[in-house]
C-alpha cells in the first residue's frame, strides 16, 4: 500500500521545474539591454549606448545561478538539507528583487561606469540614462524566487510523508530469497535422513 501522492502544485518535480524557470527567467532579462544612454554629441561619434544587463547588473546573474543550483539541490535534498536549500533560495531571490529594483530607480548611477568608458570621463556629464522594463522582470523573478524558498519549505513536507508511508504490497526480494533458500536446507536435511521430501 502506498501513500496517495501530494497535490501536483505540491510535487517535488513540480517545484524543481517552477524554479529552475523562473531563474533561467531572471538570467535571461541579464542578456538584454536594461539600459539605454544617451551621451553627449560632442563627446562621441555615437551617441546612443545600451548597456545589458550583465554589465549593468552583475550580481543578478550570479544569483540567478545560485537559484538554478539551488533548484537542482531541491531534487535530492533531504528534510535538513531542505531548509537549506530554502534559505539559499531566499537570499537568491532577494538579491535579485533589491539589485533589479535600485537599478530601475536609479539608472543614471547604474550607467556610469559605462558611461565613463564609452567618453573617457568619470561622471559621465551630460549623459541621460533610462532603465527599460526588464529590470522590472527580472525584481518580479527575484520576488517569486524568494516566494519559492516558502514554497520549498511547505511542499516538502509532503515529499517526506509519502516517502515514510511508502509500502510494498509483497515480501522483499531478500526475504523471498532468505526464505526459498532456508525451504532447500529443510528438503535437503529430510532426503539425507532417508525421507521424500515431496511427500
Known amino acids: 500500500m502506498s501513500a496517495a501522492r501530494p497535490p501536483r502544485g505540491q510535487r517535488r518535480g513540480t517545484v524543481v521545474l517552477v524554479i529552475v524557470a523562473v531563474a533561467l527567467l531572471a538570467f535571461g532579462t541579464t542578456t538584454q539591454t536594461w539600459l539605454e544612454v544617451r551621451l553627449p ?3 562621441v561619434q555615437t551617441p546612443d549606448l545600451a548597456v545589458p544587463g550583465s554589465e549593468a547588473a552583475t550580481p543578478v546573474s550570479a544569483f540567478a545561478l545560485v537559484a538554478l543550483a539551488a533548484a537542482l539541490a531541491v531534487s535530492i535534498a533531504g528534510r535538513v538539507a531542505r531548509w537549506f536549500v530554502a534559505a539559499i533560495l531566499l537570499i537568491a531571490g ?20 559605462a558611461i565613463g568608458e564609452a567618453i573617457g570621463i568619470s ?9 527599460t522594463a526588464l529590470p522590472w522582470l527580472a ?5 517569486l524566487l524568494a516566494a519559492a524558498a516558502v514554497w520549498v519549505a511547505l511542499a516538502g513536507r509532503h515529499w517526506e510523508r509519502a516517502r ?36
Open 41 to 43: 554629441e560632442d563627446a
Open 139 to 143: 525584481a518580479g523573478s527575484g520576488l
Open 94 to 113: 532577494g538579491g535579485i528583487l533589491l539589485t533589479s529594483i535600485r537599478i530601475a530607480l536609479d539608472p543614471a548611477a547604474a550607467a556610469a561606469p
Open 123 to 131: 561622471g559621465g556629464t551630460g549623459a541621460t540614462a533610462a532603465a
Open 164 to 199: 515514510r508511508y511508502e509500502r510494498t504490497t509483497g515480501p522483499a526480494p531478500a526475504a523471498r530469497g532468505a526464505s526459498s533458500h532456508a525451504t532447500d536446507i529443510d528438503s535437503w536435511d529430510r532426503l539425507t535422513h532417508g525421507e521424500d521430501p515431496t511427500r
